[in-house]
């Protein structure tokens, strides 16, 4: 085996390793955010400031650590109100959200927020693409649809609304040229707005080690480390790839969902979710298609 073979090979685990531990990493959110709030262990603006404030030290921590220093030249309004809506709408989604549910709102409305766009922008979708959005919107709807097992709908579409917030902060910050710096600088704004809630909600502060504990675990660990080590595994990841993998997040919260939280997974979720991640899987395939360069003597003569 050539030294060439074995670094690639070496580099395909890391990616691969990095990659695994990014999605865990964003499944547990869903997870510590109902173990705390459905466990009533905090109220969810304190949850929501403790998360946003540990994950804006630890990212600084880390800036300085790379002696990559957070500056307002990377800083952006417009995505730290997205991040704001995304954090406050989340958490307070999870007061009576199960896990395994909210997640897989919470995917399905950033994928279908980041496709319309995409269609609003003159993109073309193959007409398999089009039948996997409306098998992927169709799964939502069918999940959210009045019944016995069907999720709580004020917890539905608060979790909607931060998944739309999530897709457009994900737009907003395509462009970063230092994700980190970026990410780091929006935490660092979005703090004093969730304090602001926090402040507001006072009356309602209810606070225990226990849930303390979980908001610091989301932010420090779960969001901050989670962030910087996705865009560590998206150095080794296509675009293809990269919008894929995240197909497993919602599945990864939900099996943590019930071993951890004792959830139950009806079939109305498992119905869901097999037409919400297998349509949106349809799309991002027929994307990735459609995006594959040209070869043979048409693509040399547009090089």
């Known amino acids: 085996m050539s030294l060439a073979h074995f670094s690639e090979k070496a580099v395909s685990v890391s990616t691969f390793l990095l990659t695994a531990l990014a999605m ?70 999870y007061i009576s959200l199960g896990a395994a549910a909210g997640a897989l709102i919470l995917f399905g409305a950033v994928q279908l927020t980041m496709f319309a766009v995409a269609l609003s922008a003159g993109e073309r979708m193959p007409a398999l693409g089009w039948f996997g959005l409306a098998i992927a919107f169709a799964g939502l709807v069918y999940l959210v649809s009045p ?5 709580d709908p004020l917890g539905a579409a ?29 935490f660092i704004l979005c703090a004093p707005l969730v304090l602001v ?22 932010g420090a660990l ?22 894929t993998v995240q197909l497993s997040a919602p599945v990864i919260a939900a099996i943590g969902a019930v071993i951890l939280l004792s959830e139950t997974i009806t079939l109305r979720l498992v119905l869901a979710s097999l037409a919400t991640l297998g349509g949106v899987a349809l ?13 043979g003597p048409a693509a040399q003569r547009q090089a």
């Open 24 to 93: 865990v990493a964003f499944a547990a959110n869903s997870l510590l955010c109902r173990l705390a709030l459905g466990g009533e262990t905090i109220d969810a603006a304190s949850f929501t400031s403790i998360r946003v404030i540990s994950g804006a030290l630890t990212l600084v921590l880390i800036s300085y650590a790379q002696r990559r220093p957070p500056s307002r030249r990377n800083a952006s309004w417009r995505s730290a109100l997205a991040l704001f809506a995304y954090m406050i709408f989340f958490s307070f989604a």
């Open 283 to 295: 799309v991002l395939a027929q994307r990735s298609a459609s995006a594959m360069p040209k070869t």
């Open 147 to 151: 019944g016995l097992s069907a999720p």
């Open 222 to 243: 779960a969001s901050g480390c989670g962030y910087v080590i996705w865009y560590a595994a998206l150095r080794g990841l296509t675009a293809g790839k990269a919008a």
């Open 197 to 218: 809630v926090s402040i507001a909600m006072h009356t309602n502060v209810h606070l225990s080690t226990a849930g303390i504990g979980y908001a610091v675990a989301s």
């Open 158 to 186: 608060l979790m909607a609304i931060a998944g739309i917030a999530w897709g457009v902060y994900s737009l907003l910050g395509r462009g970063a040229s230092d994700p980190l710096a970026a990410t780091t600088m929006n």
